[in-house]
Structures are given as C-alpha cells and as structure tokens.
C-alpha cells in the first residue's frame, strides 16, 4: 500500500466545510478553542496542520473525529480502520524524511568545513611554491563552497520538522530572518512564537506530535 502524505489543503476544506456547515465564523470557532482566527485561517487555506493539543478540542467542535479530520473527509465504518493506519503511517514517513534531512545538513555542513579548513592548510603549507594568483583563487573558491554548503544546510535543517514553542506548545516553521537571526544550542534554537507570541527556547521537533521534555 502506497501511504501519501497529509494532505493540508484537502483537511482546511473539509475544516471550512463543517465550520459553515456548523454556521460558525473563523473567528467564532476561534473563541471556542481560544486560539486567534488567524491561526483557523491558516488552516483552512492549507498553510498549516492543528498542533496535537487542539485536535481533541476541535474535532469536538466540529463533531468530527481525528481521524475524518486528518484524513478531510467524513468515513463510514469500514473506511475508518484504513485510514487510522494510512494517517499512522504518514506521520512516521513525514517523522523519517525529517530526521534523513537533519542528518544530511549535519554531513553537508561537515564536509563544507572540513574542505575549507584543508585548503587553507594547504596554502599555508606551499604558501612559498604558489604563486600569489592562485592562493587568492584557492581562497575565494573555498569561501564560496563554504558559504553555498552553508546555506545549503540551513536550508534543510530549518525545512526539517518543526520548531515546538515551549511555552504553549505550538509547531511551526519560522521564517528565514528568525531563523538565522535567532540565537540556538543544537536541538533548540530561541524564536518567537505565532501563537502566543513570546520568545522562548523552541525544541527543533520532527513532527507535530513528537512530546516536548515537560510533557513526557
């Protein structure tokens, strides 16, 4: 069995769909999960995934269940045991391709290093033997790999996962300014969240359900 991703788009219709269906505004729903309605906005246009603390809370709203939610449509009784499994699955994919990601920038961003360092050494070493035009060459042609593997593994450590805001516990994806910008340790880096809107240490998750150290 092929298991495809969560479809975004495909759970905001079906979210947009009970609301109206319901007869409630975004920012109506909004109050009931005391959340802004923007952040029901983003949802419904396909930007974004309800963290797993609001699932319960909105299913309930709704009078739906998580799984009809994830998977953006209604299920009859003997679809909802293949796609429990089918939404399972997606996950743990989405949870895999993230951490091949995270290890990926770590090689990337060694391997720019390591060569950088080398072809310094290098010059240094026959400073004497190469003549002044091709040290310079060497040189600019170092920075510039280390400067496109570093970008490179930026990149794919901030597309990796998620960032979890640690004080309400929302996953989010931050911008390129907060990220590079932002102050970090190796799984945590400090930003600010959409949601509640402080800054706070964020644990560098691979997916949206992955529990936070106070919550384990």
Not at 21 to 31: C, V
Not at 98 to 103: A, D, G, L, P, T
Request: charged share 25%.
């Amino acid at each position: 069995m092929v298991v495809e991703s969560l479809d975004q788009e495909r759970t905001g219709r079906f979210i947009q769909s009970i609301r109206k269906e319901l007869g409630l505004t975004q920012r109506q729903l909004a109050e009931k999960l005391m959340i802004s309605d923007k952040t029901v906005s983003k949802w419904e246009c396909g930007s974004g995934l309800p963290e797993i603390s609001l699932l319960m809370p909105l299913c309930r709203e709704l009078g739906i269940n998580v799984n009809e939610l994830l998977s953006g449509q209604r299920l009859t009784a003997a679809d909802y045991q293949r796609k429990a499994e089918e939404n399972i699955m997606s996950l743990m994919k989405e949870r895999e391709e993230n951490v091949k990601k995270i290890r990926l920038s770590v090689f990337t961003g060694v391997s720019c290093t390591a060569t950088l360092i080398i072809m310094v050494l290098l010059v240094g070493f026959y400073a004497e033997v190469i003549a002044l035009p091709v040290k310079l060459l060497i040189m600019v042609f170092a920075c510039l790999q280390f400067a496109v593997g570093l970008y490179v593994t930026m990149a794919m450590d901030r597309e990796a996962g998620y960032f979890k805001c640690k004080a309400c516990g929302e996953t989010f994806k931050p911008s390129w300014g907060a990220y590079i910008w932002g102050p970090h340790t190796v799984t945590r880096r400090w930003l600010r969240c959409p949601k509640c809107g402080k800054v706070t240490a964020c644990k560098h998750v691979m997916s949206r359900g992955e529990p936070d150290e106070q919550e384990k």
